[in-house]
């Protein structure tokens, strides 16, 4: 029988993490309303999602809720406000960050072209009794702040005869 070492545990720790983050993108206990928490890659191995080769990130969100509004801040680091778009689509908000830049340096004896791209997506599902017609949407300092008021339920007491 083999004795064990570190590089067992640290094997086992590998494949626990690759699980989970396999897990984490596309996993039938995640859906809600058949999408996923997040979507992106249609199966379990991170694919391209353009022709140029990019990859979607998701971004940092902070989530508050009330009776009456949910409140969503969306970091989209070095992205300026026009290039970010939002869309309400199937009863949820979808975010999309496409972010491209090109440079050229001339100089006496050589060019330098640069290009950098980066992309976020997120998809958010709502409840049913969101108001999208009043959706707010505010950029400032790479954050997108939304507000999304909720329908006032009706309610009334019914008397019983």
């Known amino acids: 029988m083999r004795e064990w070492t570190i590089f067992d545990e640290i094997k ?7 699980r989970l983050f396999s897990d984490f993108f ?3 206990d995640n859906l809600i309303e058949n999408k996923p928490l997040i979507e992106g890659p249609k199966n379990k191995s991170i694919a391209p999602v353009s022709s140029t080769n990019n990859f979607f990130r998701t971004p940092v969100v902070q989530t508050k809720e009330t009776d009456k509004e949910i409140f969503l801040d969306i970091e989209v680091p070095g992205a300026n406000k026009d290039d970010v778009q939002l869309n309400f689509v199937n009863n949820g908000l979808e975010i999309k960050v496409e972010k491209k830049q090109e440079k ?21 599902s709502l409840p049913e009794n969101v108001d999208y017609d009043k959706i ?18 009706l309610k009334k007491k019914i008397q019983i005869k």
């Open 12 to 18: 086992r720790m590998q494949k626990e993490m690759d």
């Open 26 to 28: 596309v996993n039938e």
């Open 104 to 124: 050229k340096d001339k100089n006496k004896d050589k060019e330098v072209y640069t290009k950098q791209e980066s992309s976020f997506y997120r998809y958010f």
């Open 136 to 153: 707010q949407a505010d950029y400032k300092n790479g954050v997108v702040s939304v507000k999304i008021p909720k329908k006032q339920s």
